[in-house]
């Protein structure tokens, strides 16, 4: 069946950031704890932004944080990738994402966003490849933690702007099994593409509806 709407994750499903946003998160708790936090080992990829700022603070810091400690660190991770977003040299657009983005627009899909990073984050992190153009609404790590309730949460939003959809129709792409069981939970149709750490086999497994080697193959659907 035809997609109505697609949602696309952002890290490596779209583009690649050349650690960016890792190198940001060391910046922002060496800036706040004098703490270069490596968030790599303490979270995995696919996790939202408030799980890994979460499970990152307690492992280096041995505690939970507090909403106000939260508030300043997320401001902080913000400020260093709007910066380094623009000077990292291995970012780069994946293949074939513009392409297909361009082919949905032309046969009437409607395209959001469905991401685990702050909404900030996600925005600043397509702003490079002038990706945002593309994306008429979205769902963010900072609507809510769990990937489950954002998907379905971007699920709401477009039914907002299109009457009588129903979640069948709505195709959900990532590069991770999170985003693969957020969109099975959500009663979505999972798009897995193996552009990121995950291979065709692992997405397969973890039961993506579909699964693509890259953006560069066929859509599914079109």
Known sequence: ?????????????????????????????????????????H???????PQVARATFKGVLGRDPSVDELAK???QYLLVLAD?????????VLPGAEQTLVLLGQRGVMLGLVSGA???????KLMPANLNRFFIFGAYGS???????LTKLAIDKAARLHDGLTAAEVYVVGDTPHDIEA???????SVGVASGHYSIEELTATGGKHVLGSLEDPFPGL
Not at 43 to 49: H, N, P
Not at 118 to 124: H, Q
């Open 143 to 149: 609507d809510s933690p769990d990937r489950s309730e």
């Open 43 to 49: 979270s995995s990829a696919g996790e939202t932004d």
């Open 118 to 124: 702050m909404e900030g984050a996600a925005r600043t």
């Open 73 to 75: 660190l997320y401001a």
């Open 183 to 189: 969109t099975k939970a959500a009663g979505a149709v």
């Open 1 to 41: 069946m035809k997609p109505v709407v697609v949602l696309f994750d952002v890290d490596e499903t779209l583009v690649h950031t050349g650690g960016a946003g890792a190198r940001s998160w060391k910046a922002a708790f060496d800036k706040l704890y004098g703490i270069p936090a490596d968030i790599g080992e």
């Open 84 to 92: 380094d977003i623009w000077t990292s040299k291995e970012y780069r």
